[in-house]
């Protein structure tokens, strides 16, 4: 999963963002159980799934305020 700027979360729509939110917890999911099994090849896919996630939440956090442009 790649790490997305917080621009571009900006522009996508409600439903887009439930979706990436969706993917990236499914991906965390995985993740997390992958690293309680066996080593990570990337151990700070975690991290940056994580941050992911921070950065969506954030986003509709704003527009659900009124703080969005």
Known sequence: ???TKTSE???MSD?????TLAEA????FRLRIK???ERL??????MKNRK???????V????????GK
């Not at 439903?15 to 979706?19: D, G, H, I, K, V």
């Not at 509709?60 to 703080?67: A, D, F, I, K, P």
Request: charge should be neutral; aromatic fraction near 0%.
């Open 1 to 3: 999963m790649s790490l």
């Open 9 to 11: 979360l900006r522009e």
């Open 15 to 19: 439903e887009q963002l439930n979706a």
């Open 25 to 28: 917890r499914n991906a965390m």
């Open 35 to 37: 690293s309680q099994m």
């Open 41 to 46: 090849d990337t151990p700070t896919e975690l």
């Open 52 to 58: 992911l996630i921070a950065k969506i939440k954030t």
């Open 60 to 67: 509709q956090r704003e527009r659900e305020l009124g703080l």
